[in-house]
DNA sequence: ATCAACCGTGGTATCGATACCAAGCCTGAC
DNA sequence: GTCAGGCTTGGTATCGATACCACGGTTGAT
């Protein structure tokens, strides 16, 4: 077992009290100059590394923030991890990383772990919430940030932008440039809540219009990914309304799929038929599709959490922070 | 500040030791059914959480991995984090991530502060290491893996598969079936260490099939992510050559771009021109694309590192860990 | 010249859990 | 009937750092 250096090893080499070291870390202004040379020889010779489980023991801040996100594996969540990350670290913090694969019934348990290493804070981009975790935590007095939606009631505080009101200003997007036949694909799993909601807003928004919203699919296909998703439901579409002269997708992906199948129907997009989709993502930045989309910032959500984290009683102020998304107009509409 | 409830509250409210109630957390069969039954109940009442920053102190034993990866935004590693992250939680163990952006510099900044959490074990998915980290790394007596790669110097473990060998496998497939003229699109960035090994072992099945290797780009392109690096090398590759009858990309990314300025320019794939990727994720599925490719087991690759974490000793006793990888034909070539 | 205020410094208690050791109880064997 | 040995249980020390308080020495004001 390598044995860890500790900080009296550092205060015995240096000639000081242990309590001098700590403030050499901590708070180095509050040092004499000779002194915090004399400690940081010592730190440089004996290669410490401060063990902050201690410290975090005796001043009860970890300096650690928890997440908890459905998946990893996609560029949506990967983006805002990177943004928090990036900035927590730059803070001084770390983050513990949990993904519960879109398992509700994980999160409680997730959770419970979470806080067993008495996080500084708490990040979520869970939806719905179950009472055994909304209890938990009512209990803990640590800013919990909900990200990528806006909740009306968020728990504490929330990152993130309407979902509703980007499917609906696609919607009217495709309306005004002449569509009379929009179709929606995708967003018809109950889990995808946010997809949902842009569903929703598209709803409304071709109500209004007094057009009649056509979606795909209906039911749950958990089982297909975004391009296939997207190409499978484009074909079905098509079979029952042929006429349509737009397809507004709950995603990139999907969208990638719509306009493969198209291609390969020879639809011509965007004379024939619009195309939109959602994300922003590499997937439609100026490459063979030129994807129409609405680009949300999952970076700069990553780090206005990281801020809020960080801050909370500014944060609190706000309670829910929209940082908007931008409808991105290319080649397909 | 909502105070945590401590292990001493349960042990009052249920009238018994502390350590009883530590022992019934950890070793339950340890603990007669009565008191045991007591405690939990208590437990349960007071909505106790166990503090394991303490226990951690105290045992030595952190529960806790660290992970530095270049990038959460990459499908290549994000399946490889759900893997390691569902196998550890599962066994009890939380993640600990810090990703470093691809800067070389922040490594060991970053590896300094994962450290300092005293962690049970770490995964890297960087290719090489300064000597800061070596060092680092030499002190400490933790479980380290390196994920994605086979280096035959590994620093502890490594688990992954070979890059060169899957390069080398499909410029022979490639061979086998006919082509002649075989360009390699990616892999330029010196950087991405991985790419350079598939590369390089692309280059060795053509020199030793007697073939002229063609390589797009070969400064570093770094601006440019995949679908679009595929698309504009794609382009500059048949002004210089345009008699190329296969294309072999650097990840399935670049495929797709490829694959779409190919069908802009009215090129027939696969009867002018035969493409393959490499990773087998989403984009490559059997999708519009139904790309050739070669299929990493990202996730397999995630679980097998959570495993070597767990139990060190038998996968040392390996070293060097090969979860393989399959080339899947399908329609581009 | 005297005293208050302040700065740098160190000693000691403390955070919440677990390791270690010792003690009490029960069972079974002689 | 007595004693050994196994089982459960609790007390106390401990992990490594920081909070809190107290001390000596210096500075500035009266």
Not at 196 to 202: I, N, S, V
Not at 299 to 314: F, K, T, W
Request: proline share 4%.
């Amino acid at each position: 077992m390598g044995k860890w250096v500790t900080m009296k090893d550092v205060a015995d080499l240096a000639n000081v009290g242990t309590i001098t070291v700590s403030r050499v870390l901590r708070t180095p202004e509050k040092v004499s100059e000779a002194k915090r040379q004399r400690v940081e020889k010592a730190i440089e010779e004996l290669g410490y590394v401060p063990d902050n489980t201690a410290g975090a023991l005796s001043s009860s801040k970890s300096r650690v923030f928890g997440a908890i996100v459905s998946t990893v594996n996609d560029s949506v969540f990967a983006q805002t991890l990177d943004g928090l990350s990036s900035t927590l670290r730059a803070a001084g913090y770390e983050l513990l990383l949990t993904s519960t694969n879109y398992n509700p019934e994980v999160e409680e348990e997730a959770l419970r772990a979470l806080l067993a290493r008495r996080p500084d804070g708490i990040v979520l981009t869970s939806t719905s919430h179950s009472i055994g975790v909304t209890k938990l935590l009512d209990a803990v007095s640590i800013p919990v940030v909900e990200v990528w939606q806006l909740p009306s009631e968020p728990l504490d505080i929330a990152v993130g932008f309407s979902n509703y009101q980007a499917g609906y200003d696609m919607a009217r997007h495709l309306i005004n440039s002449g569509c009379e036949n929009i179709a929606f694909i995708g967003g018809g799993c109950a889990r995808d809540v946010r997809g949902l909601r842009r569903r929703e807003g598209y709803k409304d928004a071709l109500k209004s219009a007094g057009l009649a919203p056509v979606m795909w699919p209906n039911e749950d296909q958990a089982a297909l990914t975004g391009i296939e998703l997207g190409a499978a439901s484009f074909e079905k579409c098509l079979n029952v309304n042929p006429h349509v002269d737009a397809v507004m997708c709950v995603s990139d992906q999907v969208a990638v799929g719509v306009l493969c199948e198209a291609s390969r129907r020879d639809v011509d997009v965007p004379n024939d038929m619009s195309v939109s989709g959602f994300g922003g993502f590499e997937v439609s930045a100026p490459s063979g599709f030129d994807l129409t989309t609405i680009a949300v910032p999952g970076y700069e959500i990553g780090v206005a959490s990281a801020r809020a984290l960080l801050d909370p009683e500014a944060a609190r102020a706000q309670k829910v922070i929209d940082v908007g998304y931008k409808l991105v107009e290319r080649g397909t509409t």
